[in-house]
T-cell receptor, first 112, second 114 residues
Framework: EAQVTQNPRYLITVTGKKLTVTCSQN?????MSWYRQDPGLGLRQIYY???????DKGDVPEGYKVSRKEKRNFPLILESPSPNQTSLYFC???????????FGPGTRLTVT | AQSVTQLDSQVPVFEEAPVELRCNYS??????LFWYVQYPNQGLQLLLK??????LVKGINGFEAEFNKSQTSFHLRKPSVHISDTAEYFC????????????FGTGTRLQVFP
């Protein structure tokens, strides 16, 4: 089944403890992206990647890192999480020349 | 910079009634427009998109939207809603020359009552 998977789905952590949220897609898509969803703010783009080893900042990149070493994976790294990064995170992917993004199921992160 | 405004944060409606969810955008360049739906505890899925051509776009589940360039709007409509349409709906815009960035509105929660 074609899909975008994220792990973990739920995570509670403490301030300053490094964490990684994984994202993987099995559709051979070139483009991948991370969003955070907050009440009243909709979805905001954190980082995106046009292909392996090619990444760029979205609208809210502060406090996040990404890497794209393989086409299928696009992990989101929080080196020192803070409470204001408590949010619902979505990974998405799409083929290079199309417009429809396929979203993962989301990761709910709580930083205390 | 582009932005998207969804004027209604919540829209309550009775089953089988028509509904319109409003979306306005601002951009200094030509855009592509999208509506996504998010069912409870799920990710987003594409309802419909406007890329070019006919300004009336039909999507899945009986939804349609009309692109109005002069009013910079892309309102979503359905003539008769079902309970199963209860969800959050997001309007989004991207620059035609840079589709790597997708700007979302704040969302409209559609609640359909029996």
């Amino acid at each position: 089944e074609a899909q975008v998977t994220q792990n973990p789905r739920y995570l509670i952590t403490v301030t300053g403890k490094k964490l990684t949220v994984t994202c993987s897609q099995n559709m051979n898509h070139e483009y991948m992206s991370w969003y955070r969803q907050d009440p009243g703010l909709g979805l905001r783009q954190i980082y995106y990647s046009m292909n392996v080893e090619v990444t760029d900042k979205g609208d809210v990149p502060e406090g996040y890192k990404v890497s794209r070493k393989e086409k299928r994976n696009f992990p989101l790294i929080l080196e020192s999480p803070s409470p204001n990064q408590t949010s619902l995170y979505f990974c998405a992917s799409r083929p290079g020349q199309t417009y429809e993004q396929y979203f993962g199921p989301g990761t709910r992160l709580t930083v205390t | 910079a582009q932005s998207v405004t969804q004027l209604d944060s919540q829209v309550p409606v009775f089953e089988e009634a028509p509904v319109e969810l409003r979306c306005n955008y601002s951009s200094s360049v030509s855009v592509y427009l999208f509506w996504y739906v998010q069912y409870p505890n799920q990710g987003l899925q594409l309802l419909l998109k406007y890329l070019s051509g006919s300004t009336l776009v039909k999507g899945i589940n009986g939804f349609e939207a009309e692109f109005n360039k002069s009013q910079t709007s892309f309102h979503l409509r359905k003539p008769s809603v079902h309970i199963s349409d209860t969800a959050e709906y997001f309007c989004a815009v991207s620059d035609r020359d840079n589709t790597d960035k997708l700007i979302f509105g704040t969302g409209t929660r559609l609640q359909v009552f029996p």
